[in-house]
Every structure is written in structure tokens, then in C-alpha cells.
């Protein structure tokens, strides 16, 4: 049996005395697209924090493709194939969209720390770069220092920032906070689009989305999984619906 | 023995006066992210006004003028100085600050001239507080313990017991919390700089006649300071704390045990050549070494534990 | 994007771009190789030679502050030791080593990258503040540690050399000072093309990415730390280079060439000319080895007039003087420059009367404390008085009480016109 994408393996963290993570065990399956949502201050940035090597365990494991990760750097972590997006965005703000997304194809195509070469004449960094540009829908935008782009812009190239490196693994963060109704449904066109073939963890609010998109649903109340299942289960679990969801209708 | 307890005691001293000033250097620097590299500049401009003052007025006035003049200086630099270079970024505060340091080290040159100037102890403190194995301890040394340990306490009692202190402990880690709570922040801000400034100019007040008032003292002492923050670990009191007093006797330590290698080597009756390339390394005393100690600490802690003693990992 | 129109953007790109980029550094060429037959006195060299000397520094500076955002108080060391690794073999080839003098600054550079890169990995183990105090630290341990070991550092008298007594090259002994000054010409225009060429690189880019986001970075695959290393090696370098051309130029190292004053004058450069740009280094060495050289002759109160320039500058001028100049950029392309020049005018009757005003009270302060022995009786903008008589006093407040109330009065004018002419300008 192939070892699921990613795995969580009791996994706790606290912050001095106060407990965040209170022993959280997940399974991800490759290909599988993996909706986390949860009341807010469950864990549910923590725990991204923790899979990506933000924030080192208190105890447990984590493990990418059966590999034990747990403890390893950011750096490391995505040199594995998991990429991750931010709930605030985190761009460049100083330099263009262009090179903001050139910096992130770098190091998936094998050009380490290269300061032998010029950027320009890399014919495989610039395609792949155009490429995701054209991708996010952000072409027009170019030149534009990332910091002036507007809001739901700069969180299609936080988007674009994670997939640029072609990872195996994605982890977005809120990626739909804060748009309207017809950012949102571009943002969610966009990410099923580029999740396709891929293993996906997606945090989120906003349930016309996370119903929309996810294979399977893990719900996370005061740091632990209450429940995780199939939509239709999760909906109709009594324990979800008591502590986040309220009567949804069907 | 009595090199030891002798050395001890002003290994403390020294100590006590390095942590007045990086507590409060400390303190601006947890509340307002920004690391105020004129602080000794204002330890200097202490010094000097207690001098100017105390030729007019004796010794006494001037304890209290200074500081008082020193922290209204610091609150006018909050006010229109950081305040305007805040919105610019960490970098443009800091060099803002730099910029200032060196300014005011040409401003006192200009004004008291290049050479050291003569404050003294004045003569009610210059009297022996008590004799131990046969040496007599000043007593103006036992009235700076007092005075730095007197400040400790009020500035701690200050910061937990009053209503101020709680919103300024708030202020230092949710400054937005306890804006929209309705306190003026910026006021705030101000407070803690003039303060911080003022007790950088009190350090100066008494230190400056332990050691040489000349407008390279903030040069001298700048960087030791700055090095007891970041050994301490950046953010930290205690590790300030503890910091000031290890490099503070380390180094008065080292300054007494005036010995090098060469000394210790000939204990053992082994002689070494002048011509010896390495004759320099084997001739350093210890004592030449001692206003290198601290950077050397530096180094050490760099290598073992990047982030300080008591710091905390940066993400 | 299909291949076709892949190949049109590039070519698009190249053909115009390579004229574009090739143009200033002709015109440097050009600049350079006029220069010393219109400015002949060896006053006049001595300053180009300091100042290109000064360029490759503050360039090197800039690569670690301006491109990495690190800010280091200290890192005159590497332009120190880095001269004196040069200065050292200078010694050597006047002992017999067969080595050209012209390659002496490769030496410098290789010296510097030494040390850059053992006390880097120590730096650059921190970032922000913890990291711009640990520079500081490191400096001081490096000039103690160099009045200590007087075999290698010459303690007060320094090391010294003979730059003509390498072998002669094509004809080349370096005796005049022509000859330097053509030798640290090259030197600076090889040094800034490949400063140029790195930020051009994936680690070069990666730099700015550190600068901005290096938390953002490491999720991206990268350590940032390792990228703050090679940018501080390579700043290194380039440091050093530039302390081989002191070397050779002057024929002597001393420890003043790696402490405080060096480290923070190189600082002064870089912000005052401003560190977002490649330029504004360049431009900052350029003025502040002028203002250093100019002003020392006629007032002894440089260094305060240089501190205080800085503290305005972090204040009202954060991205330095290019800043200000490409601030300009959008109203004058739409060709409303011209009326910017009237309301100037008018707010610089105040800034003139402040700044005499200033002026006065300093240099009378510096006559009574510093020289005293000269007399009381001395003479500014061609007028004669006595530093101590109450009227100079008076009438250098007076001018400063009426520059500042004349700046606050039109000061507010000037900027709301300035917000007209750039609303103008966009729409």
C-alpha cells in the first residue's frame, strides 16, 4: 500500500503552557484534494506552520510520502515538493510580478545558488515563469512592483508563488479571504485547475468553496480533528454542526 | 584574596552601570522595535552636563538637572525625529539614530572642546565608605550601587504596580491593542523614550567620574553595550541582566590578572624568542585583551548559541 | 505564451536593451579617460583617485545594504584587510617576488573575501538589528586585535610599500600618478560591471527577495542565510579590491583604514547617494569624497556638517539623493518641470538664511573651543567680526530664527504644490 501524501502522527504543540495542537492525526492520500476548516483560533494556521517547518512539533510526526520531515526546515520542506500560500499575503513587495514568480521556479529547476549565469538568457526559468503568469491571470501585471497590486492580484500571485515550483504537495492558506463573490469563483476556477494531478490541503472559510472543491473535509476544533469524512458526512455530522457549521441546509 | 573581593566588587560595579544602560536601551527596543544607537551618546551628554552644571552649582543639582535634561532631549528626538523616520522602515530608524550619535559626539566636541574634561568626584562623596584587607573602598563607588540598584527597583515597582507601567508593559508587545483601547500610544512612546534617555543620562551622571569624561566615551562604551544586548539576547531584561555583570567582571578580571602567556610559560622556565613570529600573540597581556573580552564573548556566543543567552529562536 | 511570440519579446528585448545598457558605461569611458586633461593640478587627481577608490567601496557596501537590506556597521575591516593582504605582497615583490603591481587589488580582493566569508558565516548567523550590532562588534575586535599584533599591522606607523618596485609592464611602473589613477579606472569599471552583472543572476535576484521577504524566501526553497552569506563574500571582495588601490595608491596601510570612521563614512556614502539604485552609491562616494576633501580646507567642523546632512537625509530623504531626483521622474516627463522652479526658489531664501545661520554658530563655537589659540577675530562670507563680541552671536540666531520660521511658512506651500503638480502629471 502506498504511503498517503501527507500524514500526521499525533502531533501536539504548545506555545510555552498553553496548548494549540492537542494531538492531531491526519491522512492524506495522493491526489486528493483535503479541505481543513474549523472555528477561528482552532490550530488551523498552526498547524500549516507546523507541516511547513515554521514552527518546530512539541511531540508527533510528520511525514511526507512516508518520509518522517518532522524538525526539518522551511527550505528543506519544500525541496520535498510541499509548497504553501499564506493567509496574509506574503509577496516581494519591491520587485515586479515577473521576478517575484522567477524566484520561485528557481530552485524546482535545479539552479541552486547560480551567480555565474544571468537570469535572462535562462530560457526554462523565464518560460516557466511566463507560463505561471499567464496561469494566475496576472499578465497585464507584469511590471508592476508586487506591493502595488490589488488585493485579490496579490492573492492570485500568492497562489502562483506556491505552484510555481510545481510541487506535489499545495497548501493554501484562506486563499478567497477577503474577495467578492466573483474573485472567489475565479480564485476556486484557478485552483482546481492547478490541483489537478495534485495532492491539495486547503484551509478555508468559505463553505460554497470548501464543498465545491474537497474530496474530503477534516474538521479542527481547539486543536483537535473532531471529524474527517466525505462532504455529505461532514455535513450531516451532529458533533460538526454543534461546534462550527450550525444547521447548513442540505 | 584580596584581588579577588576587590575585583569582584568592581567587576559588580561596572556591571550595574553596563545594565543601566542596556536595560534601557532594552526597553526602547522591545517597545518601539527600534534600536537607539545614541544611547551612550546620551550616557555621554550626561556626563558632560553634570560637569557643566556641577561648576556652577556643585555635584548635587546636577544629578538631577542632567538626567531631567537628557530624557526631555530624548522625548523631543521621539517626537520629531523617530516619529517622522518611523514610517520609513527599521533601517532608516536605526541610521536615523546612528546619524544622531554622531552628530551629538561632534555637537559636545564643539562645544567642550576635543580634550577630556575634568569631572571629578565631588568632594562630599570623596571619602573611604569602608577598609577590607587593608584597602579602603570609595565611598562614591558604594553611591553608585545605590544609585543604579535605587533605580532598579523604582523602575520596577513603576512598571508593575502602576496604571502606566501595566499600559506601557501592554504597549510593548500590542501597541495597536492599546491604541484602539483608547490610550495615546505615541504619548506613550514618548514617555518611555524620554525616560530610557533620562536614565542614560543619570548612567552618565555617575559614571562619567569613574571613568575618563572625553567625547570618545560613547565610542568606548557604544559598542560593549550593544554587545551585551545581543549576547543577552535581543529583547531580554534578564538576559541583559546577566550579560552586563559576565562581561562587567570578566572583564575587571581580566584587567588585574595582568598576565600572557609568556608570564605563564615562564613559570614552567620556558623562555620564548623575540624573533618568534608568534611573539606578538605570546606577549599579549591579559590586560591589553580586556577591552577586547566582550567582542570575544561575541564570537563565542555566535558560534555556540546564535540567539543569545535568554533569546528567543527567531522564525 | 506561443514560441513565436516568445522569440519577438526576446528579441524586442535584446536589440534596443543592449544599446540601452551599453550607453552609460561609454559615456563612463568617456568620462574617465577626459577627466584628467581637463583637471591637471595633482590636487585635482588626488581627489578623482580618492573618489574612485571611494565608488568601488560604497558599490561593495551597497550589495550587502541596499540589494540584501543588511546594514553593516562595520565593514570597513574588509577594505582594511584586504589592503593590507596587498600591501603585505607589495612588500614581497619589492623583495624579489616576480607578481605585476596591477594585479595588486585582485590581491586586496582575495584578502577581503577571506575574511568575508570567516567572520560572514559568523554575521550572517543573525539578521536585521542583531546582525548590524554584531558587524559593530566584529569591528572593534578586529581593530583591537590590529593594535595588538604590530608585526602584521605596523600598530602607529602602519605598513608601508613601494608600488614601483614590481616588474615593468609595457612600459608601466606606476611612479606617476597618472599612471594610478588609469590603473584605478579599470579597476572601478571592471569592479562595477560585475557588481552589475551579479544582481543580474539568480542570486542576484534571490538577494532582493531576501531584502523584501526572508521569511517568504525559505518557502520557496532557499536558505536565507546562505544567500546572505554569498552576497557578504562577494561585498567582500569588492571591498578589499578597493582597499588594494589605497594600497597601492598611497603606499601605506594603517589601522585608521579599518575602523569606525572608514566603516561609517562608506555608510554615509551609500544612504546619503541612496541605496535603492545601482547609481546612487556611486553618486554618494562622488559628493561626500568631495564635500570630505573640499570642506576640510576651509572649516575644521566637516564631520558635524556631514552628520548633520545625514540626519536630514534619513529624515526627509530616506531613498538619498537619486531618490530625490527620480521622485521628479513623473512630472517631468509630463513636461510641468518648469513649474516646479519658482515655488524652489522662493523655499530657498529660508533654507540659505538657516543654513548660514548654522553655519556661523558652528564655526564661531569651534574657533572658541577647539582653537582658541587663533584668536577671537575671524572672518565668514567675506565678513569680519569678533567670535565673541554678543553681535555675532545675535545675528547667527537671528538668521537661524528667520530661516526656520521662513521654512515653516513656505514649507507647507511648497509640498501642496508639489502634491498639484504630480495629481497634474498622472492624470
Same mark, same amino acid.
Given at each position: ?159 502562483? /508563488? ?37 495532492? /491539495? ?50 | ?164 507601567? $501595566? ?118 597581556? $591579559? ?29 | ?14 536589440? &534596443? ?101 570567516? #567572520? ?14 554584531? &558587524? ?62 551579479? &544582481? ?45 588601490? #589605497? ?26 547617494? *541612496? ?8 553618486? *554618494? ?13 576651509? &572649516? ?22 537619486? *531618490? ?104
Amino acid at each position: 500500500m502506498t504511503a498517503p501524501a501527507l500524514e500526521l502522527d499525533e502531533v501536539h504543540k504548545s506555545f510555552g503552557a498553553t496548548p494549540i495542537i492537542r494531538g492531531v492525526d491526519m491522512s492524506i492520500a495522493r491526489g486528493e484534494r483535503h479541505a481543513l476548516i474549523g472555528p477561528n483560533g482552532a490550530g488551523k494556521s498552526t498547524l500549516f506552520h507546523l507541516v511547513t517547518g515554521r514552527f518546530p512539533v512539541s511531540s508527533g510526526a510528520v511525514r511526507l510520502d512516508g518520509e518522517d520531515v518532522t524538525g526539518l526546515t522551511p527550505f528543506e520542506i519544500y525541496r520535498r515538493k510541499l509548497a504553501r500560500s499564506f493567509q496574509i499575503t506574503n509577496i516581494f513587495p519591491r520587485m515586479s510580478v515577473y521576478e517575484n514568480l522567477r524566484c520561485a521556479v528557481l530552485w524546482s529547476l535545479g539552479h541552486g545558488y547560480s551567480f555565474w549565469r544571468f537570469i535572462d538568457r535562462m530560457r526554462d526559468v523565464n518560460e516557466r515563469a511566463e507560463a505561471v503568469l499567464e496561469r494566475i491571470g496576472l499578465e497585464r501585471r507584469r511590471d508592476l512592483p508586487a506591493g502595488l497590486l490589488a488585493y485579490a492580484e496579490q492573492r492570485a500571485l500568492e497562489i502562483g /508563488l506556491a505552484i510555481a515550483g510545481e510541487p506535489d504537495i499545495i497548501l493554501l492558506d484562506e486563499p478567497t479571504a477577503g474577495m467578492s463573490r466573483s474573485e472567489t469563483e475565479h480564485a476556486v476556477d484557478l485552483i482546481r485547475r492547478v490541483s489537478q494531478g495534485r495532492t /491539495l490541503l486547503i484551509v478555508e472559510h468559505d463553505m460554497a468553496v470548501v464543498f465545491g472543491l474537497a474530496d474530503r473535509i477534516s474538521v479542527l476544533v481547539y486543536g483537535q480533528i473532531i471529524a474527517s469524512d466525505t462532504p455529505e458526512k461532514i455535513r450531516a455530522n451532529r458533533a460538526v454542526q454543534e461546534a462550527y457549521l450550525g444547521t447548513v441546509p442540505a | 584574596m584580596e584581588l579577588v573581593v576587590f575585583s569582584l566588587l568592581n567587576g559588580v560595579l561596572y556591571g550595574l552601570l553596563l545594565f543601566m544602560l542596556s536595560s534601557g536601551l532594552t526597553l526602547i527596543f522591545s517597545m518601539m522595535g527600534v534600536l537607539n544607537f545614541a544611547h551612550a551618546s546620551l550616557f555621554m551628554l550626561g556626563a558632560y552636563l553634570a560637569y557643566q552644571i556641577g561648576r556652577y552649582t556643585g555635584f548635587w543639582p546636577g544629578l538631577v538637572l542632567a538626567p531631567l535634561i537628557v530624557g526631555l532631549l530624548g522625548a523631543a528626538i521621539e517626537r520629531w525625529g523617530l516619529r517622522t523616520v518611523h514610517r520609513f522602515g527599521h533601517v532608516a530608524e536605526l541610521l536615523f539614530t546612528f546619524g544622531l550619535a554622531l552628530l551629538i559626539e561632534e555637537l559636545v566636541q564643539l562645544v567642550w572642546g576635543r580634550a577630556p574634561v575634568p569631572y571629578t568626584v565631588p568632594p562630599s562623596l570623596d571619602f573611604a565608605a569602608f577598609t577590607l584587607f587593608g584597602t579602603t573602598y570609595p565611598a562614591y563607588k558604594v553611591f553608585m550601587v545605590l544609585v543604579s540598584v535605587g533605580m532598579f527597583a523604582l523602575l520596577g515597582l513603576v512598571l508593575t504596580k502602576t496604571r502606566v507601567g $501595566l499600559i506601557i508593559q501592554a504597549a510593548l508587545s500590542h501597541p495597536d491593542m492599546v491604541a484602539a483601547l483608547g490610550h495615546n500610544v505615541p504619548r506613550v512612546f514618548m514617555l518611555v523614550f524620554g525616560v530610557g534617555s533620562a536614565l542614560a543620562g543619570l548612567a552618565g551622571v555617575i559614571g562619567g567620574f569613574a571613568l575618563v569624561t572625553s567625547p570618545s566615551m560613547a565610542h568606548t562604551l557604544g559598542p560593549i553595550v550593544f554587545v551585551v544586548i545581543v549576547v543577552g539576547g535581543l529583547g531580554s531584561l534578564t538576559g541583559a541582566f546577566v550579560a552586563s555583570l559576565l562581561i562587567g567582571i570578566v572583564q575587571t578580571f581580566a584587567v588585574a590578572i595582568d598576565v600572557s602567556l609568556i608570564d605563564l610559560l615562564a613559570r614552567f622556565g620556558v623562555t620564548v624568542a623575540r624573533a618568534d613570529i608568534f611573539y606578538d600573540l605570546w606577549k599579549i597581556k $591579559l590586560a591589553q585583551l580586556a577591552p577586547v573580552l566582550p567582542y570575544l564573548l561575541l564570537v563565542l556566543m555566535l558560534v555556540l548559541r546564535p540567539r543569545g543567552l535568554m533569546g528567543t529562536r527567531e522564525t | 505564451m506561443s514560441e513565436v511570440a516568445l522569440k519577438e519579446v526576446a528579441t524586442r528585448r535584446g536589440s &534596443t536593451a543592449w544599446l540601452r545598457a551599453a550607453a552609460p558605461w561609454t559615456l563612463a569611458i568617456l568620462v574617465i579617460l577626459v577627466l584628467p586633461h581637463l583637471l591637471t593640478t595633482s590636487f585635482d587627481r588626488t581627489l578623482l583617485i580618492e573618489m574612485g577608490i571611494a565608488i568601488i567601496f560604497a558599490a561593495a557596501y551597497n550589495m550587502l545594504l541596499g540589494e540584501t537590506g543588511m546594514l553593516s556597521f562595520g565593514h570597513a575591516i574588509y577594505f582594511g584587510l584586504g589592503g593590507y593582504t596587498a600591501i603585505h605582497v607589495l612588500r614581497f615583490i619589492a623583495a624579489g617576488l616576480l607578481f605585476p603591481v596591477a594585479l595588486l587589488p585582485l590581491v586586496g580582493g582575495i584578502g577581503g573575501l577571506f575574511f568575508g566569508l570567516l #567572520f560572514g558565516y559568523l554575521s550572517t548567523r543573525r539578521a536585521g538589528t542583531a546582525f548590524a550590532m554584531i &558587524t559593530l562588534g566584529l569591528m572593534e575586535l578586529v581593530v583591537a586585535l590590529a593594535l595588538i599584533f604590530d608585526h602584521l599591522f605596523g600598530g602607529e606607523e602602519g605598513i608601508s610599500g613601494n608600488r614601483t618596485s614590481g616588474p615593468e609592464l609595457f612600459g608601466i611602473r606606476f611612479g606617476s600618478q597618472t599612471q594610478v589613477y588609469y590603473l584605478i579606472a579599470v579597476w572601478m569599471l571592471a569592479s562595477l560591471a560585475l557588481m552589475r552583472a551579479f &544582481t543580474r543572476t539568480p542570486v542576484g535576484r534571490l538577494c532582493n527577495a531576501v531584502r523584501d521577504n526572508p521569511e517568504r524566501v525559505q518557502f520557496l526553497g532557499y536558505d536565507p542565510s546562505r544567500i546572505r552569506l554569498i552576497a557578504f563574500a562577494v561585498s567582500s571582495f569588492f571591498a578589499g579590491v578597493a582597499g588594494g588601490l #589605497f594600497a597601492v595608491n598611497y603606499e601605506l596601510m594603517a589601522i585608521n583604514s579599518l575602523g569606525a570612521e572608514r566603516s561609517a563614512l562608506v555608510l554615509l556614502m551609500a544612504y546619503i547617494g *541612496g541605496i535603492g539604485s545601482f547609481l546612487g552609491p556611486i553618486l *554618494g562616494a562622488v559628493l561626500v569624497t568631495f564635500l570630505q576633501v573640499a570642506l576640510s580646507d576651509y &572649516t575644521q567642523a566637516w564631520l558635524l556638517y556631514l552628520g548633520l546632512f545625514f540626519v536630514l537625509v534619513t529624515l526627509f530623504a530616506p531613498n538619498g539623493l537619486i *531618490g530625490l531626483v527620480l521622485m521628479h521622474g513623473p512630472i517631468a516627463r509630463a513636461g510641468l518641470l518648469h513649474r516646479l522652479v519658482a515655488p524652489y526658489a522662493m523655499a530657498l531664501i529660508p533654507v540659505l538664511l538657516l543654513a548660514a545661520g548654522t553655519i556661523a554658530l558652528v564655526e564661531i563655537n569651534y574657533r572658541l573651543a577647539i582653537r582658541p589659540e587663533l584668536g577671537a577675530a575671524m572672518k565668514l562670507f567675506g565678513v569680519s567680526f569678533d567670535a565673541k563680541g554678543a553681535a555675532a552671536w545675535i545675528a547667527s540666531l537671528l538668521l537661524v530664527g528667520l530661516g526656520f520660521w521662513g521654512l515653516r511658512l513656505i514649507g507647507p506651500r511648497v509640498s501642496a504644490r508639489w502634491g498639484e503638480m504630480l495629481e497634474e502629471a498622472r492624470a
